[in-house]
């Protein structure tokens, strides 16, 4: 199983539904993180968090939602999907120290927006 | 806002040879640098990581850091066409929060 799980892996939706993306992981991590991908502006951070208690909004947080249920969940929620949401998103987990602070990245969830 | 700028490429380089990949970064009090390869359709994956300046090689990887000239590079070393991907950069400024360029797209032409 892999060690960052996103669920689904694609999805298309209509304006306005609301719509969660999900992420689990088994790394352990205590820090988690969204981002989106788009063609010419890289991976931009949307929410992040470094415990259960702990959320915190990135850099394009605006129609957008998140839960951490548990260390190893943290969900995505766009609470009423615009066209402009079609992107790649990735959840990413990290320790946050040491020689291993790079992240983890899940497959990623490719969703539409019609 | 913090940036990080990357050449998007395409880089192409002949099987065996040198790959050069380049990065600037605008915050000069970020501490750590990583090197992510992302293959077409795929997640990003860590290849590198670096916070001092110099040198850090692993494999036929090098990353070499300048923080003086807030320049951060990957050489790849008998380069092959599974090297073909997008390399991206990434600087953490602190708190962890990582902010990454567009990518290099790199094409190892057999």
């Known amino acids: 199983d892999a060690d960052v799980t996103q669920t689904p892996r694609n999805r298309i939706t209509k304006t306005g539904k609301r719509i969660m993306l999900e992420c689990s992981q088994t790394?352990?991590?205590?820090?988690m993180y969204w981002y989106r991908q788009d063609p010419g502006l890289g991976l931009r951070l949307i929410y992040y968090?470094?415990?259960?208690?702990?959320?915190n909004k990135g850099e394009i947080s605006d129609g957008y939602s998140v839960s951490r249920q548990a260390q190893a969940k943290f969900s995505l929620s766009l609470e009423s999907a615009i066209p402009n949401q079609t992107a790649l998103y990735f959840c990413?987990?990290?320790?946050?120290?040491?020689?291993?602070?790079?992240?983890?990245f899940g497959s990623g969830t490719r969703l539409t927006v019609v | 806002q913090k940036e990080v700028e990357q050449n998007s490429g395409p880089l192409s380089v002949p099987e065996g040879a040198i790959a050069s990949l380049n990065c600037t970064y605008s915050?000069?009090?970020?501490?750590?640098f990583f090197w992510y390869r992302q293959y077409s359709g795929k997640s990003p994956e860590l290849i590198m990581f670096?916070?001092?300046?110099g040198d850090k090689e692993d494999g036929r990887f090098t990353a070499q850091l300048n923080k003086a000239s807030q320049y951060v590079s990957l050489l790849i070393r008998d380069s092959q066409p599974s090297d073909s991907a997008t390399y991206l950069c990434?600087?953490?400024?602190?708190?962890?929060?990582?902010?990454f360029g567009i990518g290099t797209k790199l094409q190892v032409i057999p």
């Open positions: 670096i916070y001092s300046n």
């Open positions: 968090s470094f415990d259960v208690k702990d959320i």
């Open positions: 790394k352990g991590h205590d820090r």
């Open positions: 990434a600087v953490d400024g602190g708190y962890q929060k990582v902010t």
């Open positions: 990413a987990t990290s320790t946050g120290t040491g020689d291993s602070q790079g992240y983890t």
């Open positions: 915050d000069r009090g970020s501490q750590s």
